[in-house]
Nanobody, 123 residues
Framework: QVQLVESGGGLVQPGGSLRLSCAAS????????MGWYRQGPGKERELVAV???????KYADSVKGRFTISRDNAKKTVYLQMNSLKPEDTAVYYC?????????????????WGQGTLVTVSS
C-alpha cells in the first residue's frame, strides 16, 4: 500500500507565504501524477494544482500566479509553495497521487489521498 503524508499547514496572515509538502511512502513502483486539492469550510473539494509525470503543471484560476507546485522525484515528494495568501485560501489541503503498484499482470495504478493539512489565513 501507498501512503501520503502532508505537512506544512498552519496559521498565516494575509499576504504571507506557506509551503506544503507531501511525501509518499510504502510499497510501490513509481508515482505518476501528483496534485493538491482543497476543501474550504462549507465548500466542495476543488483542484488546486497538479504535476504530471511528464512535467506539466495545471493550476486553478484562483491560485495562478500565487501558488507553485513542484516535485522531488528522488524523495517522492510534492510541494506546494503558496504566496500572497488570502483568507479565501483557508481550507484543508489534500495531497493526491497516482501510484504504480505491482499487479498480477504488470503494474496497476492506484489513487491515493493524504490525510489533509489545515491552512488558515487570518489576521
Amino acid at each position: 500500500q501507498v501512503q501520503l503524508v502532508e505537512s506544512g499547514g498552519g496559521l498565516v496572515q494575509p499576504g504571507g507565504s506557506l509551503r506544503l509538502s507531501c511525501a509518499a511512502s510504502g510499497i510501490f513502483f513509481g508515482i505518476n501524477a501528483m496534485g493538491w486539492y482543497r476543501q474550504g469550510p462549507g465548500k466542495e473539494r476543488e483542484l488546486v494544482a497538479v504535476s504530471t509525470s511528464g512535467g506539466s503543471t495545471k493550476y486553478a484560476d484562483s491560485v495562478k500566479g500565487r501558488f507553485t507546485i513542484s516535485r522531488d522525484n528522488a524523495k517522492k515528494t510534492v510541494y506546494l509553495q503558496m504566496n500572497s495568501l488570502k483568507p479565501e485560501d483557508t481550507a484543508v489541503y489534500y495531497c493526491n497521487a497516482e501510484a504504480l503498484v505491482g499487479g498480477t499482470i504488470g503494474t496497476n495504478s492506484l489513487e491515493v489521498w493524504g490525510q489533509g493539512t489545515l491552512v488558515t489565513v487570518s489576521s
